[in-house]
């Protein structure tokens, strides 16, 4: 089993910054899957970043987040910039493992998840 745990959150005014730290454990692999997800109250579970050979992030991430990796730690890390209130959510992250599904923005591909860290963006 895998295990996955989040640190990080917590409450910025807009415009502020935060940095998110996930790490995988439990196991004697190199992870080659990690993303980030967000989820709003009321709202799905929506992709944010991920890394699988390379990083993609949505398009309301792109030029604000960026999201990078220490493979030796099984960790992946998203730093967030010129945070909005409507970015206030519980964060995951979540891994897999071999056989892989196809496409990695879809929150059902991934299996191991950790257990979130709430984000709060005031106005």
């Known amino acids: 089993q895998v295990q996955v745990a989040e640190s990080g959150g917590g409450v910025v005014e807009a415009g502020g910054s935060l940095t998110l730290s996930c790490t995988a454990s439990g196991g004697t692999f190199i992870v080659y899957v990690m993303g980030w997800f967000r989820q709003a109250p009321g709202k799905e579970r929506e992709i944010v970043a991920w890394?699988?050979?390379?990083?993609n992030y949505s398009d309301s991430a792109k030029g604000r987040f960026t999201l990078s990796r220490d493979n030796k730690k099984n960790t992946v890390y998203l730093q967030m910039n010129s945070l909005k209130p409507e970015n206030t959510a519980v964060y995951y992250c979540?891994?897999?493992?071999?056989?892989?599904?196809?496409?990695?923005?879809?929150?059902?591909?991934?299996?191991?998840w950790g257990q979130g860290t709430q984000v709060t963006v005031s106005s």
């Open positions: 979540a891994t897999d493992l071999p056989p892989y599904g196809t496409d990695w923005r879809a929150a059902s591909t991934y299996d191991f």
């Open positions: 890394s699988a050979g390379r990083t």
